[in-house]
T-cell receptor
Framework: GAVVSQHPSRVICKSGTSVKIECRSLDFQATTMFWYRQFPKKSLMLMAT?????????EQGVEKDKFLINHASLTLSTLTVTSAHPEDSSFYIC????????????FGPGTRLLVL | AQSVAQPEDQVNVAEGNPLTVKCTYSVSGNPYLFWYVQYPNRGLQFLLKYITGDNLVKGSYGFEAEFNKSQTSFHLKKPSALVSDSALYFC????????????FGSGTKLNVKP
């Protein structure tokens, strides 16, 4: 099946620093990738949708200058949390869809971010 | 607006017994429904989906789900639970107009005891 990887799996950083999270589709080309945030014991919240070569589409309430998304190739999307603060601590999960009309999203293993 | 609801935060079942994880949906048209499983500190894994066709959908790891239009439900089932099935299960529905957007339920923690 389709495999999506994320790196790093866990990151601890100081408040005010920026953190980059990578999402890769390993065995397929992902025209669209998605970034979710999951709070403890809560469901996933879609943050943004990124299409290769174009600007990401952010969901309402998500600061695009805070969460920078780049989808430079068909197999890689990155999420940069800029000037991270403790309230940004969360579990960030990416997913990828193969093809424009594909119905299923394949999820990465997630990245645990802890901002001190 | 589309949404799904998972009424149970937690389901406990003994190994070998059948299990059911409930999901109801609210969609103005024909729903595209999904089940995902999440193991601790891991991302979500696709289990199965209903798009159209047979109401009983078979998926990975012996799971199946039944689409019931009259009850607007899409319950996840397995005839005989395994301890390794213990995980967090999410029901999701795809937005009818924005195929990129999925609405996830709040999740149900399944505990299978030996």
């Amino acid at each position: 099946g389709a495999v999506v990887s994320q790196h790093p799996s866990r990151v601890i950083c100081k408040s005010g620093t920026s953190v980059k999270i990578e999402c890769r589709s390993l065995d397929f080309q992902a025209t669209t990738m998605f970034w979710y945030r999951q709070f403890p014991k809560k469901s996933l919240m879609l943050m943004a949708t990124s299409n290769e070569g174009s600007k990401a589409t952010y969901e309402q309430g998500v600061e695009k200058d805070k969460f920078l998304i780049n989808h430079a190739s068909l197999t890689l999307s990155t999420l940069t949390v800029t000037s991270a603060h403790p309230e940004d601590s969360s579990f960030y999960i990416c997913s990828a869809r193969e093809g424009v009309s594909a119905e299923t999203q394949y999820f990465g293993p997630g990245t645990r971010l802890l901002v001190l | 607006a589309q949404s799904v609801a998972q009424p149970e935060d937690q389901v406990n079942v003994a190994e070998g017994n059948p299990l059911t994880v409930k999901c109801t949906y609210s969609v103005s048209g024909n729903p595209y429904l999904f089940w995902y499983v999440q193991y601790p500190n891991r991302g979500l894994q696709f289990l199965l989906k209903y798009i159209t066709g047979d109401n009983l959908v078979k998926g990975s790891y012996g799971f199946e789900a039944e689409f019931n239009k009259s009850q607007t439900s899409f319950h996840l089932k397995k005839p005989s639970a395994l301890v390794s099935d213990s995980a967090l299960y999410f029901c999701a529905v795809r937005d009818l107009y924005n195929f990129n957007k999925f609405y996830f339920g709040s999740g149900t923690k399944l505990n299978v005891k030996p």
